[in-house]
């Protein structure tokens, strides 16, 4: 006996074969691009790591260009959603102990490979002008997502910014990148220093850019 489904919803089984694809792709070059960057990856890499041909990738992709351009802007929209989920927790409510260490150790999981992906991105964008513009759009997204989470932060400590919240941004998302350059490679120990430097400093360069409700 035939069984129909009644789920309305439901996408169709070749939609939902091609979507599955898709993300296995996805998730294999993650580690791929990360390993052999950009110009040192081969479509054969990504369809290998994957346990995909050549003809399953070209049945999602045209290039490994917008492999990475699809992988980079969910890598980015992924370290923002755990921005938000940290300071949106009633978990921690204190900046210097609390939220800034939360955040931190929350997407360390993820923080080398987005600062690779970034990294690769950021030096084709300068030799490429059409992956440049889309550099620049998929950067300013970001920028304008990690600057609301930097709002909801500011909020949940009762204070407000004493410059452009974008400037306190861009001065914490440039430290914390700063500090995941400089684990790059480092020895062990040397890593963990920067990252302790890097938990010690923040919480000092948000409350010098910003003052209490009361103040503001």
Same mark, same amino acid.
């Given at each position: ?38 110009? &040192? ?79 690769? *991105? ?9 992956? &440049? ?12 997502? *990690? ?60 409350? &010098? ?8």
């Amino acid at each position: 006996m035939t069984v129909v489904s009644t789920d309305e919803n439901a996408a169709p089984a070749p939609a939902r074969s091609r979507e599955n694809t898709r993300a296995r792709l996805l998730g294999a070059a993650v580690d791929v691009f990360a390993e052999k960057g950009l110009h &040192g990856t081969t479509v054969d890499d990504i369809a290998g790591a994957a346990g995909f041909t050549r003809g399953a990738f070209y049945s999602n992709f045209a290039t490994k260009e917008d492999v990475f351009y699809a992988l980079f802007e969910a890598q980015s929209e992924l370290m923002v959603s755990l921005v938000h989920e940290v300071v949106g927790s009633p978990d921690v409510d204190t900046l210097d102990g609390g939220l800034v260490g939360a955040v931190l150790e929350r997407l360390r999981p993820h923080a080398r490979t987005w600062y690779l992906l970034q990294a690769e *991105f950021r030096l084709h964008a300068i030799r490429d002008t059409d992956a &440049g513009r889309l550099y620049l759009a998929q950067r300013t997204r970001f920028d304008r997502e *990690f600057a609301d989470a930097v709002r909801i932060a500011l909020a949940r400590i009762d204070r407000k910014p004493t410059v452009p919240v974008e400037v306190v941004a861009e001065i914490v998302s440039s430290l914390y990148l700063s500090s995941l350059a400089a684990e790059a490679g480092a020895a062990p120990d040397d890593a963990l220093a920067s990252r302790t430097l890097v938990a010690q400093t923040l919480p000092t360069v948000v409350l &010098g850019l910003s003052a209490t409700r009361d103040d503001a």
